[in-house]
């Protein structure tokens, strides 16, 4: 059955960087990062269409992360850079397979039809 399977989180230093993966199955318009900590809710972090390549960013990770994608391999990634203590939470990936509503300015978490199980990211001295 369709899933996604996320990989690459650990604990790094403050500036430290870590690459995410997400492999996929199935079909889908566009491909997401979410992120969470306890007590909050989950926020949308990056998104690229998986026809084409847009990409979508949080005002609060521009310039640090970078998501790109292997349409061969069908997995997405999470490039993250120069992290922050703020930057700790688990990552999950996250698929909009049909309504074509996730790839926005503002990445709503009812556009996503699936969910990966996340990986823990944490950014400490």
């Known amino acids: 059955q369709a899933q996604l399977t996320e990989s690459g989180g650990g604990s790094v230093q403050p500036g430290g960087s870590l690459r995410l993966s997400c492999e996929t199955s199935?079909?889908?318009?566009?491909m997401a990062w979410f992120r969470q900590v306890p007590g909050k809710s989950r926020e949308g972090v990056a998104a690229?269409?998986?026809?084409?390549?847009?990409?979508y960013y949080a005002d609060s990770v521009k310039g640090r992360f970078t998501i790109s994608q292997d349409s061969a391999k069908n997995t997405v990634y999470l490039q993250m850079e120069s992290l922050k203590p703020e930057d700790t939470a688990k990552y999950y990936c996250?698929?909009?397979?049909?309504?074509?509503?996730?790839?926005?300015?503002?990445?709503?978490?009812?556009?996503?039809?699936?969910w990966g199980q996340g990986t823990q990211v944490t950014v400490t001295s």
């Open positions: 199935g079909s889908t318009y566009c």
């Open positions: 996250a698929a909009d397979r049909y309504m074509r509503r996730l790839c926005q300015t503002h990445l709503p978490t009812n556009a996503v039809q699936t």
């Open positions: 690229i269409e998986t026809n084409g390549g847009r990409t």
